[in-house]
T-cell receptor
Framework: QKEVEQNSGPLSVPEGAIASLNCTYS??????FFWYRQYSGKSPELIMS????GDKEDGRFTAQLNKASQYVSLLIRDSQPSDSATYLC????????????FGQGTELSVKP | GAVVSQHPSWVICKSGTSVKIECRSL??????MFWYRQFPKQSLMLMAT?????????EQGVEKDKFLINHASLTLSTLTVTSAHPEDSSFYIC????????????FGDGTRLSIL
């Protein structure tokens, strides 16, 4: 079992729809959770960070964390073609110096 | 805020050359910097973690004599690929983090290295 798992996609949604990206993690001791966006040929860009159970909203993005289910998600409202990218879920674990454990990424395609 | 600058963006050089890549945190002090490598269509692979003023900690399988890391100040880390060969061609990305280990990493724009 991978430490952080994401559906690799591709996930295709029409413009204006809600895109839902999911991530599960295996270590209950994971302490910090991040979503990064990576455009093809570019480096990752931080979208959201979340540390406690519940929802966190930032503009069109909402991150949701459920530690009991070991599940973190990212919702993108009013999806735009410019949102088309690979979304990386990353977690940190205790006593590992803040190393990011990445999922394999979900490729999102927003169709005009 | 949280801008990380990486230089150069592209390097093309001959086999056997040593190449230095710089990573700077422009608007914050980076207690820890990380160096990654990414091959096409693959995930980011952590190469090493460096803390200011300390020796870098390398991941298993990464040759520390091949990939020299220096983190001389709270805003600058460098990666030197020594005697580079074609198999070292890759996308090298640094990240920087301020404060505690639960804080996010902010990534530089990456350096595309091509060894002929």
């Amino acid at each position: 079992q991978k430490e952080v798992e994401q559906n690799s996609g591709p996930l295709s949604v029409p413009e204006g729809a809600i895109a839902s990206l999911n991530c599960t993690y295996s270590d209950r001791g994971s302490q910090s959770f991040f979503w990064y966006r990576q455009y093809s040929g570019k480096s990752p860009e931080l979208i959201m960070s979340i540390y406690s159970n519940g929802d966190k909203e930032d503009g069109r993005f909402t991150a949701q964390l459920n530690k009991a289910s070991q599940y973190v998600s990212l919702l993108i409202r009013d999806s735009q073609p410019s949102d088309s990218a690979t979304y990386l879920c990353a977690v940190t674990k205790r006593n590992q110096g803040g190393k990011l454990i990445f999922g394999q990424g979900t490729e999102l395609s927003v169709k005009p | 805020g949280a801008v990380v600058s990486q230089h150069p963006s592209w390097v093309i050089c001959k086999s056997g050359t040593s190449v230095k890549i710089e990573c700077r945190s422009l608007d914050f002090q980076a207690t820890t910097m990380f160096w990654y490598r990414q091959f096409p269509k693959q995930s980011l692979m952590l190469m090493a973690t460096s803390n200011e003023g300390s020796k870098a900690t390398y991941e298993q399988g990464v040759e520390k004599d091949k990939f020299l890391i220096n983190h001389a100040s709270l805003t600058l880390s460098t990666l030197t690929v020594t005697s580079a060969h074609p198999e070292d061609s890759s996308f090298y990305i640094c990240s920087a983090r301020a404060g505690e280990s639960n804080q996010p990493q902010h990534f530089g724009d990456g350096t595309r290295l091509s060894i002929l």
